[in-house]
């Protein structure tokens, strides 16, 4: 089974206008993002993330490599007609209501009668739009035009969905809301292929990441094994007498205690994040 998405050596390079310098966006940039997970790409300002994206969708040109969706080429319809699209500042007809804005881009997708208003109706209640599907989108809050976003975004029920930045300048509980939809659609089945500056939130929703840095790939792995402590244990002992913690784990069926489970002491997403870069930084 094809991944979900697969880019090999994906490399972007833009002139700098009258100069006779070149700009590398993304260099030599390869990854795979398996179908059913949450996917999170990190980095800086600047780092390639958004232009990686934009080459993925058939937006931009890459200079050289190839990003395919499902065993396709990104470009062609067969690809594109699997991916919805949410951008990190979406626009959207201020005129319309939330319902109409659906109705609009469900049409697009091919979709119609019944099976539209159903989809709609479906979509509205997931992002928690109910109330404000007859409310124009011009008088939304950002949160809410995310969530509008996030809805058009699967209007066509599609297999991948791409989200760039989709809490940017969202209060906390419109962050708390979009990551439930995440993981509503993760439970769907859908793959999720997003970037992100809330590491905290990326921790709790993503099952691998990816950080980038200077265009280049830095790090990838599962999300545990990228935040675990390496060469150390924790036990978690439950009704433990005084003193066993420091006798290990021989002591716990002698004193009936139980052993709950154990595991490796975690650092937060953020560390390693901070880690990863600082490290790019100082080796180009």
């Given at each position: 089974?094809?991944?979900?998405?697969?880019?090999?050596?994906?490399?972007?390079?833009?002139?700098?206008?009258?100069?006779?310098?070149?700009?590398?966006?993304?260099?030599?940039?390869?990854?795979?993002?398996?179908?059913?997970?949450?996917?999170?790409?990190?980095?800086?300002?600047?780092?390639?993330?958004?232009?990686?994206?934009?080459?993925?969708?058939?937006?931009?040109?890459?200079?050289?490599?190839?990003?395919?969706?499902?065993?396709?080429?990104?470009?062609?319809?067969?690809?594109?007609?699997?991916?919805?699209?949410?951008?990190?500042?979406?626009?959207?007809?201020?005129?319309?209501?939330?319902?109409?804005?659906?109705?609009?881009?469900?049409?697009?997708?091919?979709?119609?009668?019944?099976?539209?208003?159903?989809?709609?109706?479906?979509?509205?209640?997931?992002?928690?739009?109910?109330?404000?599907?007859?409310?124009?989108?011009?008088?939304?809050?950002?949160?809410?035009?995310?969530?509008?976003?996030?809805?058009?975004?699967?209007?066509?029920?599609?297999?991948?969905?791409?989200?760039?930045?989709?809490?940017?300048?969202?209060?906390?509980?419109?962050?708390?809301?979009?990551?439930?939809?995440?993981?509503?659609?993760?439970?769907?089945?859908?793959?999720?292929?997003?970037?992100?500056?809330?590491?905290?939130?990326?921790?709790?929703?993503?099952?691998?990441?990816?950080?980038?840095?200077?265009?280049?790939?830095?790090?990838?792995?599962?999300?545990d094994e990228l935040v675990s402590v390496d060469?150390?244990?924790?036990?978690?002992?439950?009704?433990?007498?005084?003193?066993?913690?420091?006798?290990?784990?021989?002591?716990?069926?002698?004193?009936?205690?139980?052993?709950?489970?154990?595991?490796?002491?975690?650092?937060?997403?953020?560390?390693?994040?901070?880690?990863?870069?600082?490290?790019?930084?100082?080796?180009?």
């Amino acid at each position: 089974m094809p991944a979900a998405v697969s880019l090999r050596n994906l490399t972007r390079v833009y002139p700098v206008p009258l100069r006779r310098e070149r700009l590398v966006a993304v260099r030599d940039l390869s990854l795979e993002v398996r179908e059913g997970e949450v996917y999170g790409l990190l980095g800086p300002n600047g780092c390639g993330k958004s232009t990686s994206l934009k080459m993925l969708l058939g937006l931009v040109t890459p200079t050289s490599g190839t990003a395919d969706v499902f065993g396709h080429d990104s470009r062609a319809f067969a690809a594109r007609s699997e991916v919805g699209f949410l951008p990190e500042n979406p626009y959207f007809y201020k005129f319309l209501t939330g319902a109409e804005t659906l109705r609009f881009y469900g049409k697009l997708c091919g979709l119609r009668g019944a099976k539209l208003k159903n989809r709609i109706d479906e979509l509205l209640a997931l992002v928690g739009l109910e109330d404000a599907r007859d409310r124009r989108v011009g008088g939304y809050s950002k949160g809410m035009l995310q969530r509008i976003g996030l809805a058009q975004a699967i209007i066509q029920d599609p297999r991948l969905v791409v989200l760039d930045e989709p809490t940017a300048g969202v209060d906390p509980v419109g962050s708390r809301q979009i990551r439930d939809i995440i993981l509503d659609l993760k439970a769907r089945g859908m793959t999720v292929l997003l970037t992100s500056h809330l590491l905290e939130q990326v921790q709790e929703v993503c099952d691998r990441v990816g950080i980038m840095g200077r265009g280049r790939l830095l790090r990838e792995g599962d999300l545990d094994e990228l935040v675990s402590v390496d060469n150390q244990t924790q036990f978690v002992v439950e009704n433990a007498p005084a003193g066993l913690a420091a006798q290990i784990e021989a002591l716990v069926v002698q004193t009936g205690a139980t052993l709950v489970e154990t595991r490796r002491p975690q650092r937060t997403l953020e560390k390693v994040f901070l880690e990863v870069t600082r490290a790019g930084e100082s080796n180009p």
